[in-house]
Every structure is written in structure tokens, then in C-alpha cells.
């Protein structure tokens, strides 16, 4: 049977329910938050037409899209960006145990998406006591909606996540359901004694949770997790496929490198730190079509701007001594992430976990050790 009960039993096999939280897994039902057709495992799943294959999905650690493209109609063969979802419940509750919610505190959750979270927070501290924001009035609506059939009344408004809620401030605790390229100062103040937890990054390597503890008007941390969740909807940059990105071919400059294309791939203590450098540049990796299963191990490593001026291409290819590089734009990407991978390896290539966050009126920056050792 596919219940909250089968979901706590599927977390707490995983060794993911943190002490305190089993209650509320246990207790609120996810299916009161989702719509009927949801995405989930990389399948559209009707309730109306496979009920038991629907509850499945809802009571598994699964993340489950329930909107893309902001909620827009799209042209058949769109691209399809995920814009809203219900997260992994496992990661859910790895950004509440950072969280360390206590009973008692008040807390502020920025993106509210289905409601979900915020009642299980409302569960753990009281409805009164939680207050959620959503950029989407569309998706606001609906999570007061689903918490309200839920049994939960916390406060849900519309309103950019970026400026929190200066209205109910002060908060023991604020927590981010989305990325953010930098801590904005507002949530420091209005959280003056409290904690901060929110995935972090740019466009290289949003994949970190921020935990900042505030004091004295300064927000101080580390990074710790590898989580995966959408942008931020303010400034966010464009996606797509990859043929988007990709112009005046015939233009591109040549050159070739002795650094391997895959070096860093899959590496993210030297994607984290190149990614302090590019924070307005993705990649991705595309294996060989060979026609089989097997790539051969060639394969592309792209880097694309944000702002689809520039890109570059590092071919792989297994035993080879240089390796093709192609680049067009006013950037030289690769060169850019060259010369960033290099200067780590300089630095005696340290992990993410040296790294550390702080957050002051003046702004955000990134340290190793120590505050005082700023990353440039």
C-alpha cells in the first residue's frame, strides 16, 4: 500500500529520516500536493488512468515535476524546463537536519512549489509559526490551497524569495527551496540570530548547500551536500538544447590542449572552484555516437555562456596526447576553465569542504579555511 507510512519506511531504510522527523513524514500525505498528471523517473503518470502506479511514484523518494516553462503553453518540441516540483523527500529532510529545526522557532521558507515542505515544517513547529513565499502567484495559490485540504494553515504569499518577508521578520530560521547565485543581505537581517540553509552556485556548479549561522549583522559558513534543485527565477539564464547555444561554427577558432576534456568532469571539488571563476557558464558532456552502446570513451566536453555568445568544445579522445579544443565569442571558455583548473592545482588542488561563505552588508565572498583567506 502506498502511504506516508510505506514512504517513512522507504527513507528510514535509507538511513534519511533525522531524529524528530519521523512524525511528519509519517503523518502528511504527499498525495494532498500533487497534481493529477506529475512527471516522475523521466515518465508522465496519470492518476485518472494508472492510480497505483501514481501513488507509487508519490510515496517513493522521487522528485516529481509539476511544472515546466513557468507554467506556460509551449510550441510542440519546446524545449521543457522544469520550473516547479516536489524535491526528493530524502533531500528534503538532509536541508531540514541542516536546518536544525527546533520546536518553538519560526521559520521562513523561501519557494513554497506545492506546499509540501512547508507542512512538514508547519507539522514539526505549528502553522503559525511558518511562513512561505513564491515568486509564482499561480503556484502560491495552490500551495495554500493544498496545505488548507491538508490540514495546515501557514502564511503563503506571493513575492520575490530574493527580498524575503520583512513583514514577519524576525525568523529563527530561513531556508531556500531553489538555487541562489549569491545570499542576498535581506535574509541576514531578517534573520539576525538564526540559520541560513540554501543550495548555492552559479551556472558551472550549483550543486552545494550554503549553512550560514548569522550574528552581528554577518552571516558565516560552509558548504556541505550535492543537491540539485531549480534556479532561481530572478535573472535566470536561458536554457535548451544544445543546437541553441551553438552559432557561427565556421568562425570558431582551433587550437589543442594537453589538459584532458575529462579531467575534471565528474569532479566536483575542481568544479566547485572553477565555478567560482564561471558563474555565467554551464557545461555538459556528450559521449561519441558510435552507433552502440559503447562510446568508445570519446567524447565532447562543451562549455556554453549564459548569455549564448560564446562556447567552446574539448575533444576526448582515449590515448591521445593533445586534444582538439574549438571556441567561438568574445570569451574563450575553455581557456577560461583551463587556467582556473590550473590555478587550483597550484593551490594543492584543496576540497570544497575548506571552503567557506560569508555574507555582510558590503556582499558575498567565498574563503578557504578562514574568512580572512578570501578565493579572489
Known amino acids: 500500500m502506498s502511504t506516508p507510512a510505506r514512504l517513512l519506511e522507504i527513507l528510514a531504510a535509507q538511513g534519511a529520516v533525522p531524529?524528530?522527523?519521523?512524525?511528519?513524514?509519517?503523518?502528511?500525505?504527499?498525495?494532498?500536493?500533487?497534481?493529477?498528471?506529475?512527471?516522475?523517473?523521466?515518465?508522465?503518470?496519470?492518476?485518472?488512468?494508472?492510480?497505483?502506479?501514481?501513488?507509487?511514484?508519490?510515496?517513493?523518494?522521487?522528485?516529481?515535476?509539476?511544472q515546466v516553462n513557468d507554467g506556460l503553453e509551449t510550441p510542440e518540441g519546446t524545449y521543457q524546463l522544469p520550473t516547479s516540483s516536489s524535491s526528493m523527500p530524502s533531500i528534503m529532510l538532509e536541508m531540514l537536519e541542516l536546518l536544525e529545526v527546533r520546536e518553538g522557532q519560526r521559520v521562513l521558507e523561501l519557494g513554497a512549489a506545492t506546499g509540501y515542505n512547508a507542512a512538514w515544517l508547519a507539522h514539526r513547529l505549528g502553522s503559525d509559526r511558518v511562513t512561505s513565499v513564491d515568486l509564482d502567484p499561480v503556484l502560491a495559490r495552490q500551495a495554500a490551497k493544498n496545505l488548507d485540504a491538508a490540514g495546515f494553515h501557514p502564511q503563503v504569499v506571493p513575492g520575490l524569495g530574493e527580498y524575503g518577508r520583512p513583514d514577519g521578520a524576525p525568523y529563527d530560521r530561513i531556508v531556500a527551496t531553489y538555487t541562489v547565485p549569491e545570499i542576498p543581505y535581506a535574509w541576514v537581517e531578517q534573520a539576525p540570530a538564526g540559520r541560513i540553509v540554501a543550495p548555492w552556485g552559479g551556472s558551472f556548479f550549483p550543486y552545494s548547500f550554503a549553512v550560514l549561522d548569522v550574528a552581528d549583522g554577518e552571516a558565516h559558513g560552509r558548504f556541505t551536500g550535492y543537491p540539485a534543485f531549480m534556479r532561481t527565477r530572478r535573472n535566470r539564464p536561458q536554457r535548451g538544447y544544445l543546437a541553441n547555444f551553438l552559432h557561427h561554427r565556421e568562425e570558431a577558432v582551433e587550437s589543442r590542449t594537453d589538459l584532458s576534456p575529462l579531467t575534471f568532469d565528474g569532479h566536483p571539488d575542481a568544479l566547485f572552484f572553477i565555478g567560482l571563476d564561471l558563474p555565467d557558464a554551464w557545461h555538459l558532456r556528450v559521449d561519441a555516437d558510435t552507433g552502440s552502446n559503447d562510446s568508445g570513451g570519446e567524447a565532447t566536453f562543451w562549455i556554453l555562456a549564459d548569455d549564448r555568445r560564446s562556447w567552446a568544445a574539448a575533444d576526448h579522445v582515449p590515448g591521445?596526447?593533445?586534444?582538439?579544443?574549438?571556441?567561438?565569442?568574445?570569451?574563450?571558455?575553455?581557456?577560461?576553465?583551463?587556467?582556473?583548473?590550473?590555478?587550483?592545482e597550484e593551490h594543492g588542488r584543496p576540497e570544497r569542504d575548506r571552503a567557506g561563505l560569508s555574507v555582510t552588508r558590503s556582499g558575498e565572498q567565498v574563503w578557504l579555511d578562514t574568512p580572512g583567506s578570501v578565493v579572489p
Not at 31 to 46: H, K, R, W
Not at 59 to 65: E, K, T
Not at 320 to 344: H, I, K, N
Open 19 to 66: 531524529a524528530g522527523w519521523e512524525d511528519t513524514v509519517g503523518a502528511v500525505r504527499r498525495e494532498l500536493f500533487l497534481p493529477d498528471t506529475i512527471e516522475a523517473g523521466g515518465s508522465v503518470i496519470s492518476r485518472a488512468e494508472n492510480p497505483e502506479q501514481w501513488l507509487a511514484a508519490v510515496y517513493d523518494d522521487l522528485q516529481i515535476i509539476t
Open 320 to 344: 591521445a596526447e593533445e586534444y582538439v579544443v574549438t571556441q567561438y565569442g568574445p570569451r574563450f571558455l575553455w581557456d577560461e576553465v583551463e587556467r582556473s583548473y590550473r590555478r587550483w
